[in-house]
């Protein structure tokens, strides 16, 4: 399977070409940007610019981008009023995130990739239809904006009662929006299953998002290196084993202090789930 790493490693950090160098030098050859502007400032232009003259000459490619949570350089601490949501029932207020989210992909202007990755609401939203209403003219608007830049939204399965597997399907059916999902690991192991989300969105399934927790919190833990963490993955990797050529694996890891080499450990990560995605020898 193909292997991408998310910058959200390292999102604390600005994005320059010294941590790109690094992913490649990992043996990785694909990166997910992800949009936040202490990391990846959509709005600064020439950061985004630097970068694109960098992936021009480099063999690391850009398989997606994430889309920003905040409109902030400060992770939301400057405020609610800082919180990206394409569910917000206010119009004006809706207006003004989605054009926040059109500036981050217009990145792709400058260095293409494939896909952004969107979530329907933020973390522990309530059900509310009208706020699927929003979602849906929100993402009419952003899907096309997209589509004329090269780039295809998915949808991720995040904790909150919007965005269950189950929820996304009944969303993109109940819209005939015709989008695929990312399929996310950790978020899986907070709602339901892994592999019962997993059934419900495998057939839309485009990208991944690869990381552990303690089945509580949304913590992003390296597989294989915390003791914290609780999910399957032999049986986690017998599944997305089964369809190694629709999407790659994606790491979406959190920087841990105690993990003092996390580039080694990236390295090590793929391989142990590779050799869990080969079948066991019967016996």
């Avoid at 992913?23 to 970068?51: K, N």
């Avoid at 004329?148 to 991720?156: H, K, P």
């Avoid at 089964?242 to 990236?266: C, G, H, T």
Wanted: hydrophobic letters at 40%; one cysteine or more.
């Amino acid at each position: 399977m193909n292997h991408v790493l998310s910058t959200h490693m390292f999102v604390q950090h600005r994005l320059t070409a010294v941590w790109l160098d690094r992913i490649w030098d990992a043996g990785v050859p694909s990166v997910e940007l992800f949009c936040a502007r202490q990391h990846l400032d959509y709005r600064d232009r020439a950061q985004i610019v630097e970068l694109g003259h960098w992936f021009k000459d480099a063999e690391l490619k850009a398989h997606s981008i994430h889309a920003p949570f905040f409109n902030d350089t400060q992770w939301g601490l400057s405020g609610p009023q800082s919180i990206i949501a394409i569910t917000e029932t206010t119009k004006a207020k809706r207006i003004a995130m989605i054009d926040e989210i059109k500036r981050a992909i217009e990145i792709a202007e400058y260095i293409p990739f494939r896909y952004m990755v969107q979530h329907l609401g933020t973390g522990k939203e309530e059900y509310d239809e009208r706020k699927l209403d929003a979602a849906f003219s929100s993402l009419e608007e952003l899907c096309l904006f997209a589509k004329q830049r090269g780039v295809e939204i998915l949808l991720e399965n995040i904790p909150n009662a919007l965005s269950s597997a189950e929820r996304l399907m009944s969303f993109i059916q109940m819209t005939h929006l015709n989008l695929n999902f990312c399929f996310d690991t950790g978020h899986a192991n907070l709602m339901k299953t892994v592999e019962g989300e997993f059934d419900v969105m495998k057939d839309r399934i485009r990208s991944t998002h690869i990381h552990d927790n303690d089945g509580k919190l949304d913590k992003h833990l390296f597989p294989f290196f915390s003791e914290e963490g609780t999910i399957d993955w032999r049986q986690t990797m017998e599944l997305l084993g089964s369809r190694p050529n629709q999407y790659p694996l994606l790491l979406e890891l959190k920087e841990q202090p105690e993990i003092e080499k996390p580039f080694e450990a990236v390295k090590r990560i793929f391989e142990k789930l590779e050799n869990l995605a080969v079948p066991e020898p019967v016996r």
